[in-house]
C-alpha cells in the first residue's frame, strides 16, 4: 500500500518530498510491480532514505525482489535522482531482498552500490559519525544533540565533570 505524500510531511526532507511523485511515476512507468506482502509477489518493495544534516546530503537505497529485475533499469534510476537532487546525492544503493520480511539488510539477497558513496558523514556535539544503511543510528541528530546535551549537563551538576556512555543494547 503506497500512499501519496501530496505536500511535505515535516517529518524528514522537503526537498525530496517534493520529489516522490516524480519518483513513484518513474517506477510506475517501469511496468514492474509494487511487493504485495500477502501474496509474497512483485519489484518493489521500498526505498530508504538516510540524510546527513551537516552535509546536506542524502544516500538512497532501493529495496526490491529479483522478480523482473532484468526488465529494471538501474542506469535510468540513478539518473532519475540525479537530476532530482542533483549534488545533494551522495549515493544510490540497490538491495534485493527476496525474504519474506522487509529487513534492509536480507538474509536472502544483496546490496549493491549504484552510484556513489556507500555511506554519509554527521557530526553530532564534535563527534564525526560515519552512516551506512545498516547504521544504527539517531534519524534526528539535532534532537540526538539536545538530549546529549541534557545528559551532559545532568552530570556535570551531579559530579562537576564525568565519562557518558551512549549505551544500546
Request: proline share 4%; charged share 25%.
Amino acid at each position: 500500500i503506497v500512499e501519496p505524500l501530496e505536500k511535505d510531511s515535516g517529518l524528514f526532507d522537503s526537498d525530496l518530498e517534493s520529489k516522490f511523485s516524480q519518483i513513484q511515476d518513474w517506477c510506475k512507468s517501469s511496468n514492474l510491480p509494487a511487493w504485495h506482502p500477502p501474496q509474497r509477489h512483485g519489484f518493489y518493495r521500498y526505498l530508504v532514505a538516510r540524510k546527513s544534516y551537516i552535509q546536506d546530503k542524502i544516500l538512497l537505497n532501493l529495496v526490491t525482489s529479483n522478480e523482473g529485475i532484468e526488465k529494471f533499469d538501474s542506469g535510468g534510476w540513478v539518473e532519475l535522482l540525479k537530476s532530482l537532487l542533483g549534488n545533494r546525492l551522495a549515493g544510490v544503493i540497490h538491495t534485493i531482498n527476496n525474504d519474506y520480511g522487509d529487513r534492509v539488510d536480507p538474509l536472502n539477497g544483496e546490496s549493491h552500490l549504484l552510484f556513489g558513496n556507500p555511506s554519509i558523514h554527521e557530526n553530532i556535539l564534535g563527534l564525526d559519525f560515519e552512516i551506512s544503511m545498516k547504521s544504527f543510528f539517531q534519524t534526528n541528530p539535532k534532537s540526538a544533540e539536545r538530549l546529549y546535551s541534557k545528559a551532559i549537563e545532568y552530570v556535570q551538576k551531579a559530579n562537576g565533570a564525568g565519562t557518558i556512555l551512549d549505551l544500546f543494547c
